[in-house]
Protein backbone atom coordinates (compact mmCIF):
# COMPACT_ATOMS: atom_id res chain seq x y z
CA UNK A 1 0.00 0.00 0.00
CA UNK A 2 1.22 3.32 -0.75
CA UNK A 3 2.79 5.31 2.02
CA UNK A 4 0.34 8.30 1.64
CA UNK A 5 -2.92 6.48 1.58
CA UNK A 6 -1.42 4.24 4.69
CA UNK A 7 -1.26 7.56 6.34
CA UNK A 8 -4.46 8.78 5.08
CA UNK A 9 -6.27 5.52 6.58
CA UNK A 10 -4.61 6.44 10.18
CA UNK A 11 -5.68 10.04 10.25
CA UNK A 12 -9.01 8.88 9.53
CA UNK A 13 -8.56 6.03 12.52
CA UNK A 14 -7.12 8.43 14.80
CA UNK A 15 -9.85 11.09 14.18
CA UNK A 16 -13.03 8.64 15.14
CA UNK A 17 -11.11 7.13 17.69
CA UNK A 18 -9.85 10.13 19.63
CA UNK A 19 -13.26 12.16 19.21
CA UNK A 20 -14.99 9.00 20.48
CA UNK A 21 -12.11 8.04 23.57
CA UNK A 22 -12.70 12.18 24.52
CA UNK A 23 -16.36 12.17 24.43
CA UNK A 24 -16.28 8.60 26.68
CA UNK A 25 -13.62 10.00 29.22
CA UNK A 26 -15.77 13.41 29.83
CA UNK A 27 -19.27 11.26 30.04
CA UNK A 28 -17.88 8.27 32.12
CA UNK A 29 -16.09 10.55 34.38
CA UNK A 30 -18.28 13.65 34.19
CA UNK A 31 -18.28 14.21 38.15
CA UNK A 32 -14.78 13.34 38.39
CA UNK A 33 -13.29 16.26 37.95
CA UNK A 34 -9.41 15.36 39.86
CA UNK A 35 -9.67 12.13 36.84
CA UNK A 36 -10.15 14.76 34.03
CA UNK A 37 -7.30 16.42 35.34
CA UNK A 38 -5.20 14.12 35.56
CA UNK A 39 -5.75 12.42 31.86
CA UNK A 40 -5.55 16.45 30.61
CA UNK A 41 -2.23 16.75 32.44
CA UNK A 42 -1.26 13.15 30.93
CA UNK A 43 -1.86 13.98 27.20
CA UNK A 44 -0.57 17.43 27.39
CA UNK A 45 2.89 16.77 29.09
CA UNK A 46 2.78 12.85 26.90
CA UNK A 47 2.48 15.66 23.69
CA UNK A 48 4.86 18.45 24.76
CA UNK A 49 7.76 15.79 25.62
CA UNK A 50 7.43 13.66 22.11
CA UNK A 51 7.45 16.99 20.78
CA UNK A 52 10.30 17.77 21.89
CA UNK A 53 12.09 15.00 21.45
CA UNK A 54 10.68 14.70 17.59
CA UNK A 55 11.68 18.74 16.54
CA UNK A 56 14.40 17.34 14.73
CA UNK A 57 13.47 14.25 13.40
CA UNK A 58 12.75 14.28 10.01
CA UNK A 59 11.78 11.07 8.70
CA UNK A 60 8.38 9.51 8.32
CA UNK A 61 8.17 7.98 12.12
CA UNK A 62 9.31 11.83 13.00
CA UNK A 63 6.20 12.84 11.13
CA UNK A 64 3.88 10.00 12.49
CA UNK A 65 5.38 10.79 15.77
CA UNK A 66 5.00 14.38 15.91
CA UNK A 67 1.05 14.24 14.26
CA UNK A 68 0.24 11.83 17.83
CA UNK A 69 1.64 14.53 19.43
CA UNK A 70 -0.23 17.06 18.17
CA UNK A 71 -3.51 15.08 19.00
CA UNK A 72 -2.02 14.18 22.26
CA UNK A 73 -2.23 18.19 23.24
CA UNK A 74 -5.50 18.36 21.56
CA UNK A 75 -7.15 15.96 23.45
CA UNK A 76 -5.70 17.59 26.27
CA UNK A 77 -7.48 20.81 25.80
CA UNK A 78 -10.94 18.87 24.41
CA UNK A 79 -10.91 17.12 27.78
CA UNK A 80 -10.36 20.40 29.42
CA UNK A 81 -13.62 21.71 27.54
CA UNK A 82 -15.83 19.12 27.31
CA UNK A 83 -15.38 17.79 30.85
CA UNK A 84 -15.94 21.79 32.35
CA UNK A 85 -12.51 22.16 33.39
CA UNK A 86 -11.80 25.02 31.84
CA UNK A 87 -14.74 27.04 29.66
CA UNK A 88 -15.54 30.69 30.44
CA UNK A 89 -16.82 32.60 33.16
CA UNK A 90 -20.72 32.35 32.19
CA UNK A 91 -22.13 29.05 32.83
CA UNK A 92 -25.61 29.89 32.03
CA UNK A 93 -28.04 29.64 29.45
CA UNK A 94 -28.71 32.26 26.43
CA UNK A 95 -30.84 35.15 28.43
CA UNK A 96 -33.97 35.60 26.43
CA UNK A 97 -34.08 38.76 26.25
CA UNK A 98 -30.37 39.39 24.54
CA UNK A 99 -29.56 39.74 20.82
CA UNK A 100 -26.96 41.46 18.39
CA UNK A 101 -23.89 42.36 20.11
CA UNK A 102 -24.96 41.64 24.08
CA UNK A 103 -25.76 38.08 22.76
CA UNK A 104 -22.37 37.68 20.94
CA UNK A 105 -20.88 39.33 24.50
CA UNK A 106 -22.48 36.49 26.62
CA UNK A 107 -21.62 33.72 24.17
CA UNK A 108 -18.08 34.92 24.26
CA UNK A 109 -18.34 34.61 28.04
CA UNK A 110 -18.93 30.88 27.82
CA UNK A 111 -15.70 29.66 25.76
CA UNK A 112 -13.50 32.83 26.88
CA UNK A 113 -11.38 30.96 28.97
CA UNK A 114 -10.63 28.38 26.44
CA UNK A 115 -9.98 29.85 23.73
CA UNK A 116 -7.16 32.53 26.02
CA UNK A 117 -6.30 29.08 26.79
CA UNK A 118 -5.68 27.09 23.76
CA UNK A 119 -4.10 30.93 22.32
CA UNK A 120 -1.53 30.74 25.58
CA UNK A 121 -0.51 26.97 24.48
CA UNK A 122 -0.21 27.79 20.50
CA UNK A 123 2.03 30.48 21.57
CA UNK A 124 4.22 27.88 23.97
CA UNK A 125 4.45 25.22 20.99
CA UNK A 126 5.65 28.32 18.81
CA UNK A 127 8.17 29.60 20.72
CA UNK A 128 9.21 25.88 22.13
CA UNK A 129 9.18 24.31 18.31
CA UNK A 130 8.74 26.61 15.39
CA UNK A 131 12.82 26.38 15.23
CA UNK A 132 13.12 22.96 14.86
CA UNK A 133 12.74 21.21 10.94
CA UNK A 134 9.64 18.86 12.03
CA UNK A 135 6.88 21.41 12.21
CA UNK A 136 4.10 18.62 11.72
CA UNK A 137 2.87 18.67 15.10
CA UNK A 138 2.77 22.46 15.43
CA UNK A 139 1.48 23.18 11.87
CA UNK A 140 -1.71 20.20 12.73
CA UNK A 141 -2.59 22.43 15.96
CA UNK A 142 -2.92 25.35 14.24
CA UNK A 143 -5.38 23.49 11.62
CA UNK A 144 -7.40 21.79 14.31
CA UNK A 145 -7.65 25.45 16.20
CA UNK A 146 -8.54 27.17 12.95
CA UNK A 147 -11.22 24.48 11.92
CA UNK A 148 -12.90 24.12 15.76
CA UNK A 149 -13.05 28.13 15.62
CA UNK A 150 -14.67 28.17 12.64
CA UNK A 151 -17.46 25.61 13.63
CA UNK A 152 -18.03 27.69 16.52
CA UNK A 153 -18.67 30.89 14.99
CA UNK A 154 -20.63 28.74 12.29
CA UNK A 155 -23.06 27.49 15.66
CA UNK A 156 -23.28 30.89 16.95
CA UNK A 157 -24.53 32.32 13.49
CA UNK A 158 -27.03 29.27 12.73
CA UNK A 159 -26.61 25.76 11.03
CA UNK A 160 -29.41 23.08 10.18
CA UNK A 161 -27.33 20.67 12.47
CA UNK A 162 -25.95 21.68 15.82
CA UNK A 163 -25.10 18.50 16.84
CA UNK A 164 -25.74 19.44 20.19
CA UNK A 165 -26.25 16.13 21.57
CA UNK A 166 -22.43 15.30 21.41
CA UNK A 167 -22.35 17.73 24.53
CA UNK A 168 -22.30 16.53 27.60
CA UNK A 169 -24.92 16.76 30.48
CA UNK A 170 -23.15 19.23 32.41
CA UNK A 171 -22.37 21.09 29.23
CA UNK A 172 -26.17 21.33 27.35
CA UNK A 173 -27.34 24.73 28.62
CA UNK A 174 -24.11 25.31 25.83
CA UNK A 175 -26.61 24.90 22.86
CA UNK A 176 -28.67 27.38 23.93
CA UNK A 177 -26.03 29.37 22.03
CA UNK A 178 -26.50 27.42 19.07
CA UNK A 179 -28.79 29.09 16.44
CA UNK A 180 -30.57 26.73 13.79
CA UNK A 181 -31.09 28.46 10.41
CA UNK A 182 -30.62 26.72 6.73
CA UNK A 183 -27.44 28.99 6.28
CA UNK A 184 -25.01 31.62 7.82
CA UNK A 185 -23.21 34.10 5.85
CA UNK A 186 -19.88 32.79 7.18
CA UNK A 187 -20.75 29.38 6.13
CA UNK A 188 -20.08 29.37 2.45
CA UNK A 189 -16.44 31.43 3.26
CA UNK A 190 -15.46 28.70 5.84
CA UNK A 191 -15.75 25.35 3.22
CA UNK A 192 -14.07 27.39 0.51
CA UNK A 193 -11.05 28.92 2.01
CA UNK A 194 -11.18 25.21 3.84
CA UNK A 195 -11.22 23.79 0.83
CA UNK A 196 -8.70 25.35 -0.58
CA UNK A 197 -6.25 25.04 2.70
CA UNK A 198 -6.64 21.12 2.42
CA UNK A 199 -6.00 21.08 -1.68
CA UNK A 200 -2.87 23.04 -0.63
CA UNK A 201 -1.69 20.65 1.90
CA UNK A 202 -2.51 17.86 -0.53
CA UNK A 203 -0.20 19.59 -2.71
CA UNK A 204 2.84 20.21 -0.32
CA UNK A 205 2.60 16.43 0.37
CA UNK A 206 2.75 15.53 -2.89
CA UNK A 207 4.92 18.36 -4.34
CA UNK A 208 7.91 17.25 -6.49
CA UNK A 209 11.18 16.57 -4.41
CA UNK A 210 9.07 15.79 -1.36
CA UNK A 211 10.49 13.12 0.81
CA UNK A 212 8.93 10.38 2.62
CA UNK A 213 8.56 13.55 6.02
CA UNK A 214 7.13 15.75 3.98
CA UNK A 215 5.18 13.26 2.30
CA UNK A 216 3.67 11.62 5.24
CA UNK A 217 3.53 14.85 7.65
CA UNK A 218 1.74 17.04 5.13
CA UNK A 219 -0.45 13.59 4.04
CA UNK A 220 -1.76 13.30 7.86
CA UNK A 221 -2.56 16.90 8.35
CA UNK A 222 -4.04 17.27 4.66
CA UNK A 223 -6.75 14.34 5.94
CA UNK A 224 -7.38 16.13 8.98
CA UNK A 225 -8.20 19.54 7.47
CA UNK A 226 -10.09 17.42 4.87
CA UNK A 227 -12.14 15.80 7.92
CA UNK A 228 -13.27 19.18 9.23
CA UNK A 229 -14.06 20.61 6.00
CA UNK A 230 -16.63 17.23 5.98
CA UNK A 231 -17.63 17.85 9.74
CA UNK A 232 -18.60 21.72 8.47
CA UNK A 233 -20.74 19.83 5.94
CA UNK A 234 -22.73 17.79 8.65
CA UNK A 235 -23.37 21.04 10.38
CA UNK A 236 -25.93 21.95 7.36
CA UNK A 237 -26.80 18.62 6.67
CA UNK A 238 -29.87 16.61 8.38
CA UNK A 239 -28.01 13.85 9.31
CA UNK A 240 -26.88 12.25 12.82
CA UNK A 241 -23.03 12.82 12.79
CA UNK A 242 -23.20 11.82 16.62
CA UNK A 243 -24.17 8.17 15.16
CA UNK A 244 -20.43 8.16 14.05
CA UNK A 245 -19.67 8.36 18.21
CA UNK A 246 -22.57 6.56 19.61
CA UNK A 247 -20.33 3.82 21.89
CA UNK A 248 -18.41 7.03 23.24
CA UNK A 249 -21.54 8.49 24.73
CA UNK A 250 -23.04 7.59 27.97
CA UNK A 251 -25.40 10.60 28.48
CA UNK A 252 -28.51 9.69 27.48
CA UNK A 253 -30.35 11.68 24.85
CA UNK A 254 -32.73 14.11 26.12
CA UNK A 255 -36.50 13.42 25.33
CA UNK A 256 -37.98 15.52 23.12
CA UNK A 257 -40.40 18.37 24.79
CA UNK A 258 -43.37 20.04 23.53
CA UNK A 259 -44.25 23.44 25.22
CA UNK A 260 -47.78 24.66 24.12
CA UNK A 261 -49.44 27.90 24.51
CA UNK A 262 -52.91 29.34 24.17
CA UNK A 263 -54.72 32.51 24.94
CA UNK A 264 -58.49 33.39 25.39
CA UNK A 265 -57.89 36.89 24.63
CA UNK A 266 -59.48 37.41 20.97
CA UNK A 267 -56.89 39.86 19.86
CA UNK A 268 -56.09 40.79 17.34
CA UNK A 269 -52.23 41.12 17.99
CA UNK A 270 -49.56 43.39 16.24
CA UNK A 271 -47.39 40.71 14.94
CA UNK A 272 -44.43 43.11 13.83
CA UNK A 273 -43.32 42.36 17.62
CA UNK A 274 -44.03 38.93 17.41
CA UNK A 275 -40.43 38.46 14.79
CA UNK A 276 -38.51 39.34 18.07
CA UNK A 277 -40.44 36.29 20.44
CA UNK A 278 -40.09 33.92 17.48
CA UNK A 279 -36.12 34.71 16.56
CA UNK A 280 -35.33 34.28 20.27
CA UNK A 281 -36.88 31.24 20.34
CA UNK A 282 -35.44 29.32 17.59
CA UNK A 283 -32.47 30.62 18.07
CA UNK A 284 -32.42 28.51 20.79
CA UNK A 285 -32.69 31.11 23.53
CA UNK A 286 -34.73 28.96 25.16
CA UNK A 287 -33.69 25.09 24.32
CA UNK A 288 -32.85 23.27 21.25
CA UNK A 289 -35.86 23.85 18.95
CA UNK A 290 -36.90 21.24 16.34
CA UNK A 291 -40.59 22.80 15.01
CA UNK A 292 -42.87 25.63 15.71
CA UNK A 293 -46.59 25.51 14.76
CA UNK A 294 -49.63 27.55 15.56
CA UNK A 295 -52.00 30.41 14.35
CA UNK A 296 -52.16 34.19 15.44
CA UNK A 297 -55.00 36.55 14.41
CA UNK A 298 -53.58 39.48 14.13
CA UNK A 299 -55.08 42.69 12.25
CA UNK A 300 -54.99 41.16 8.96
CA UNK A 301 -56.77 38.00 9.30
CA UNK A 302 -55.39 34.43 10.65
CA UNK A 303 -51.65 33.47 10.24
CA UNK A 304 -50.37 30.28 10.45
CA UNK A 305 -46.90 30.09 12.11
CA UNK A 306 -44.47 27.23 10.41
CA UNK A 307 -41.52 26.85 11.58
CA UNK A 308 -39.15 23.86 9.73
CA UNK A 309 -35.67 22.98 8.80
CA UNK A 310 -34.52 26.61 10.41
CA UNK A 311 -36.60 28.62 8.11
CA UNK A 312 -40.02 30.20 10.11
CA UNK A 313 -43.24 30.38 7.47
CA UNK A 314 -45.95 32.62 8.00
CA UNK A 315 -48.86 32.51 5.84
CA UNK A 316 -52.63 34.09 5.81
CA UNK A 317 -55.15 31.05 6.46
CA UNK A 318 -59.01 30.52 6.99
CA UNK A 319 -60.25 29.63 10.53
CA UNK A 320 -63.06 29.66 12.32
CA UNK A 321 -63.63 32.89 14.35
CA UNK A 322 -63.91 30.06 17.45
CA UNK A 323 -60.57 29.41 16.83
CA UNK A 324 -57.90 30.55 19.64
CA UNK A 325 -54.43 32.10 19.39
CA UNK A 326 -51.99 29.40 19.81
CA UNK A 327 -48.55 27.81 19.28
CA UNK A 328 -46.96 24.69 19.82
CA UNK A 329 -43.26 24.42 20.22
CA UNK A 330 -41.24 20.88 20.20
CA UNK A 331 -37.19 20.44 20.72
CA UNK A 332 -34.74 19.12 23.28
CA UNK A 333 -34.04 21.29 26.65
CA UNK A 334 -36.34 22.87 26.49
CA UNK A 335 -37.44 25.55 29.41
CA UNK A 336 -41.05 25.30 28.95
CA UNK A 337 -42.19 27.97 31.50
CA UNK A 338 -39.61 30.62 29.99
CA UNK A 339 -41.12 29.81 26.70
CA UNK A 340 -44.77 30.02 27.60
CA UNK A 341 -43.93 33.45 29.64
CA UNK A 342 -42.30 34.70 26.57
CA UNK A 343 -45.75 34.38 24.63
CA UNK A 344 -47.76 35.72 27.49
CA UNK A 345 -45.94 38.70 27.91
CA UNK A 346 -46.04 39.48 24.25
CA UNK A 347 -50.16 38.80 24.20
CA UNK A 348 -50.22 41.11 27.17
CA UNK A 349 -48.36 44.28 25.78
CA UNK A 350 -49.28 43.38 22.17
CA UNK A 351 -52.89 42.46 22.18
CA UNK A 352 -56.07 44.38 21.63
Do not use: C
Request: net charge neutral; no cysteine; glycine share 8%.
Amino acid sequence: MPESVTAALIAIFLWWLTTGAILLAVTTLAHRRLALGGAAVILLSGGLITLHQTAVDVSAAGAYLSFLAALAIWGAVEISFLGGLITGPNREALPAKLMGLQRFWSATRVVLWHEIFILALGFLLIVAFAQGPNRIGLITYGILWLMRLSAKLNLYLGVRNTGEMLLPAHLRYMSSYFAHRPMNLLFPFSITLGTILSAWLFHKAFADGADAHQLVGFMLIATIASLAVIEHWFLMLPLPIETLWRWGLRDKDPPAQTAIWSTDRAGPFDTRPLNAVLARITAGAFGSVESLKGSIRSPEGWLALDFVDGIMHLRRENTSEAMRTGIIVTGRLLDMRAIQSEFEDYALRHGA
